[in-house]
């Protein structure tokens, strides 16, 4: 003769096992870091993020870190303006070399009205690539534009590029 379980036992332990119940734990975190390589680039790993201060004090980086890597980690060509003055609500712009393309950047200004990558689709400020005021981008050319806010200020742009 067989015993069976009640009926409000089986839906229990079915329940528990459907919705992640009982002691299995639960999968560490995990988080892409780009290992250096020892040539100036970087292959993209994924990690426990137990794991991630070690990789980090041995040089390797986060995905993504700007100025550094972009989140698949290629290696990021920082670009540099000279000092350009804005006026008020005066707008600048800096591109990426010849073959590259960017993918961030930013601004020594204390404040903006706008700012962003300058690539096909992108609409800053009000104005849509590839024309923007004082500056219209080529065809395959990418950067970083900025428009200051109501004031005159001095500053540089720089441009993240692969």
């Known amino acids: ?15 528990a096992a459907l919705l992640g119940g009982g002691t299995a734990a639960a999968a560490p975190a995990k988080e892409d870091v780009c290992h250096q390589t020892g040539n100036e680039s970087y292959v993209k790993i994924s990690v426990s993020a137990k794991a991630v201060p070690a990789h980090l004090d041995h040089g390797d980086v986060l995905a993504g870190t700007p100025g550094v890597v972009d989140q698949d980690c290629n290696a990021v060509t920082r670009v540099t303006s000279s000092t350009l003055s804005f006026g008020p609500n005066g707008w600048g712009g800096w591109s990426c070399p010849a073959g590259m393309t960017a993918v961030g950047g930013g601004t020594t200004l204390v404040s903006t009205t706008a700012q962003g990558v300058a690539e096909p689709g992108a609409t800053i400020g009000g104005s849509t690539y590839p024309v923007f005021p004082h500056y219209t981008f080529s065809p395959g050319e990418t950067g970083y534009v900025v428009q200051n806010d109501n004031d005159s200020e001095s500053g540089e742009i720089f441009v993240d590029c692969v």
């Open 1 to 15: 003769m067989t015993k069976s379980l009640p009926l409000a036992v089986i839906g229990a332990v079915l329940g």
